[in-house]
């Protein structure tokens, strides 16, 4: 099973930051948090990730609370493009680290 | 452009066919995966190949066959399906296995008939 919740569906305002949270509150100290996203009808598509440090890339930024149990994945300036099915993982030494995917949070971006 | 192609991108087979999915990375990467992904189901890892040689079976039944001949190609033969296996067959491949950035191909839609 995941081991993260996420809210099943969020919207967002063209231009506007989307904020999408996650809640990992078994993660482990060793463990990964992924974010991947899956656009309708195409494969998905990895976003970001980190272990506690807070990370930014072209993409997004990925913010992880001090005590690791949360984290929030923020895009910038959301556009049309960006609405999809947003995907938290946790990656688990326990399955050999492969990502066992949850139902993720479908983003709407509105104009 | 993710690097990762698969064909054909549709297939309608019966359940007596024999057909393959096929799936090739140009991105030099060591280790291959396919996934399933059922309507309204997470996506299911189904197979692991990590410089060729499978690592991961996730208890897939035996009628799903892959083949992985060289790190640039991975195959997914298919006989006697049922309907139920009617999805989205993805590939990924990752520089190594456990490397979690994985890049995607855009997946084979299958109907069983």
């Known amino acids: 099973d995941a081991k993260t919740t996420q809210p099943p569906s969020m919207d967002c305002a063209e231009g506007r930051a989307a904020n999408l949270p996650c809640n990992h509150s078994?993660?482990?100290?060793?463990?990964?948090v992924y974010w991947y996203r899956q656009i309708h009808s195409q494969g998905p598509q990895y976003i970001i990730h980190?272990?506690?440090?807070?990370e930014t890339n072209e993409m997004a930024s990925l913010i992880i609370t001090e005590d690791r149990k949360s984290s929030t994945l923020i895009l910038p300036h959301a556009t049309l493009r960006d609405t999809a099915v947003y995907y938290c993982?946790?990656?688990?030494?326990?399955?050999?680290?492969?990502?066992?995917w949850g139902a993720g949070t479908k983003l709407i971006i509105k104009p | 452009e993710t690097g990762v192609t698969q064909t054909p991108r549709h297939l309608v087979m019966g359940m007596t066919n024999k057909k393959s999915l096929k799936c090739e990375q140009h991105?030099?990467?060591?280790?291959m995966y396919w996934y399933k992904q059922s309507a309204k189901k997470p996506l299911e890892l189904m197979f692991v190949?990590?410089?060729?040689?499978?690592?991961e079976n996730n208890s897939v039944p035996s009628r799903f066959s892959p083949e992985c001949p060289n790190s640039s190609h991975l195959f997914l033969h298919l006989h006697t399906l049922q309907p139920e296996d009617s999805a989205l067959y993805l590939c990924?491949?990752?520089?190594?296995?456990?490397?979690?950035?994985?890049?995607f191909g855009p997946g084979t839609r299958l109907t069983v008939l």
């Open positions: 990924a491949s990752s520089h190594r296995q456990g490397w979690n950035e994985q890049f």
């Open positions: 991105l030099g990467h060591n280790a």
């Open positions: 190949y990590s410089l060729e040689e499978r690592v």
């Open positions: 078994t993660i482990s100290g060793n463990e990964y």
């Open positions: 980190g272990l506690k440090n807070n």
């Open positions: 993982i946790v990656s688990s030494p326990d399955s050999n680290y492969q990502l066992i």
